[in-house]
């Protein structure tokens, strides 16, 4: 992606294990983070002018909205959850007034899980 481009790209997150494998109230719950600029980019020249250091990426669950440090995705199984809804993640390359190259973000993903077994205990 280029930054100040306006171009974002995507990736999905579905669940693959199947709704009736899994008691009803399941909750999976992922955190999206994206890392923010190394040390070294932040030090990193700016354009004449400029004084908004190095950024990496922004995510986002909508294009149309503002590109955050960090999003939330839940899944849900049972009646009125979204088990098999395909999730999308928007990541867009945050504008700075840094020159700083090519550059690989990192994007992590830390995932909780909450379920029950048969008798209703809670297990995360
Ligand atoms: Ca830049």
Redesign the pocket.
Known sequence: MV?DSGDYDSYNIAMTLPEADVPVGTKVTITIVAAGASTQDRDAALKPGGDTK?RAVGVSLDPSQPFQDSVTVTFVAGPGGNWTTTQHVYVQALS?D???GTKTAVISHLVTVTSSDKIGRAHV
Do not use: G
Request: hydrophobic share 50%.
């Open positions: 930054e190095a700075d840094a020159l700083e």
